[in-house]
Nanobody, 120 residues
Framework: QVQLVESGGGLVQPGGSLRLSCAASGSIFSIDGMGWYRQAPGKQREMVATISGGSINYADSVKGRFTISRDNAKNTVYLQMNSLKSEDTAVYYC???????????????WGQGTQVTVSS
């Protein structure tokens, strides 16, 4: 079993910053990739940022403001969010692809979500 525990969400004023973290624990043998997604009420869940190997991708709406990083020793992924806007308000979910063997496969896991609210 793999569990993802998210933290760092909260209420922040426009222009402020937050740092989200997501720690994976359990049956972790190797991780193919990690990422952050968000979903606002009535909206589709969208990709915010992903990191896999040496590849990093950002949604156009967050480029230049958000930074994704990871600590492999701690199986943790972070999302540094700067210059926050009201449009960033959403529930943020971390996502991890765990590589397993016997049989070889990739299993996807989602965190519980953490609320980010940007408001004055």
């Amino acid at each position: 079993q793999v569990q993802l525990v998210e933290s760092g969400g909260g209420l922040v004023q426009p222009g402020g910053s937050l740092r989200l973290s997501c720690a994976a624990s359990g049956s972790i043998f190797s991780i193919d990739g990690m990422g952050w997604y968000r979903q606002a009420p009535g909206k589709q869940r969208e990709m915010v940022a992903t990191i896999s190997g040496g590849s990093i991708n950002y949604a156009d709406s967050v480029k230049g403001r958000f930074t994704i990083s990871r600590d492999n020793a701690k199986n943790t992924v972070y999302l540094q969010m700067n210059s926050l806007k009201s449009e960033d308000t959403a529930v943020y979910y971390c996502n991890v692809n765990v590589a397993k063997t016997w049989p070889a496969r990739v299993v996807n896991y989602w965190g519980q979500g953490t609320q980010v609210t940007v408001s004055s």
